[in-house]
């Protein structure tokens, strides 16, 4: 995500590494398991019915043979896939902080990634602008983790623009029904061009919106006119920000709230996660809230 060199990007990655064990010692991991429980069931084995078990599970034909109730009794699947869709479009590259947009979604990236590696599930990434930039199958080897940590901080996309309509269809195409997945984006792009295909994803998967926002995008400061570059089209644009006539504030606002509504729609979870600011403590209210709707 960035013209960095090679021993910028293992200082990152040797960085991310000693934050994220140190989150495994805490609670967050526990919270982790419990907020984002097995995609599905499978078979484990036929026995005797007991009290108490659920009737819809009793397999006839082995109870007919044994002249007894037997039932087929499941486990949640020890493997779930977890596939993180992160946007590299050149919009990423603003911020009014010291920290890139960017940087902050390749750390809570990276974090994520090392999270469900340590708990064992395979995990994938697709990067996207207005294109597929690049896609690493899941897996789960230390190698193959390792690849993907290096990636998310080394990727420099071709193109600038942002496509989540083209994201979201091929990550419907990979077909990996019930995975769980995370796209971390500033989700600036027009909700009505992804709207339906985001109903889809999110019928198919255990689907998590991740959106990082800038405090410009809620409160643009009063600085009067201001010569500005759309960092994806390259055009050039004079705003007025002065109370009175800032029409931007209005805009950005109500795309975040456009967006937020479509989500509550179709029941998706969204995160909003502030750029410049500590993301540690909004994750893990994240999935308390998930594991108390569970209860």
């Known amino acids: 995500m960035s013209n960095l060199n090679t021993q910028e990007i293992q200082e990152k990655v040797e960085k991310i590494k000693i934050f994220t064990k140190r989150l ?19 078979f484990e084995q036929i026995r005797e019915y ?48 010291k920290e890139l947009r960017k940087d902050m979604i390749a750390k809570v990236a990276a974090t994520l990634a090392f999270i469900a590696s340590n708990n064992k599930d395979r995990v994938g990434v697709l990067f996207f602008s207005d294109k597929i930039e690049k896609w690493i199958a899941p897996s789960r080897s230390k190698m193959h983790i390792a690849n993907i940590i290096e990636s998310i901080f080394s990727i420099e996309p071709k193109y600038s623009k942002t496509n989540i309509n083209k994201a979201l269809n091929f990550l419907i195409g990979l077909k990996k029904n019930n995975a769980i997945v995370f796209v971390l984006s500033d989700w600036i792009d027009d909700i009505d061009n992804f709207s339906n295909i985001l109903k889809i994803a999110s019928c198919k998967y255990d689907f998590i919106g991740i959106r990082f926002v800038d405090n410009c995008e809620t409160n643009l400061p009063d600085v009067g006119f201001l010569h500005v570059q759309d960092l994806e089209s390259g055009e050039f644009f004079e705003i007025d ?20 509504k479509v989500f509550a729609k179709y029941r998706i979870d969204l995160l909003d996660l502030t750029v410049g600011q500590a993301f540690v403590n909004p994750l893990i209210n994240f999935f308390k809230q998930r594991i108390r709707r569970q209860i």
């Not at 006839?60 to 869709?85: C, D, H, P, T, Y």
């Not at 029409?247 to 950005?252: A, H, S």
């Open 24 to 42: 495994m010692r805490s609670y967050l991991i526990g919270d982790y398991l419990s907020a984002f429980k097995g995609s599905g069931l499978e």
């Open 50 to 97: 007991q009290l108490g078990d659920d009737v819809r599970f009793i397999d006839w034909n082995a109870s007919a043979k044994a002249n007894k109730i037997m039932i087929k009794q499941f486990v949640e699947e020890r493997e779930r896939v977890v596939i993180l869709l992160i946007d590299v479009s050149r919009s990423s590259n603003f911020s009014s902080k």
């Open 241 to 260: 920000t002065r109370r009175k006539n800032n029409i931007v504030n209005t805009n950005l606002q109500a795309r975040l709230i456009k967006q937020k």
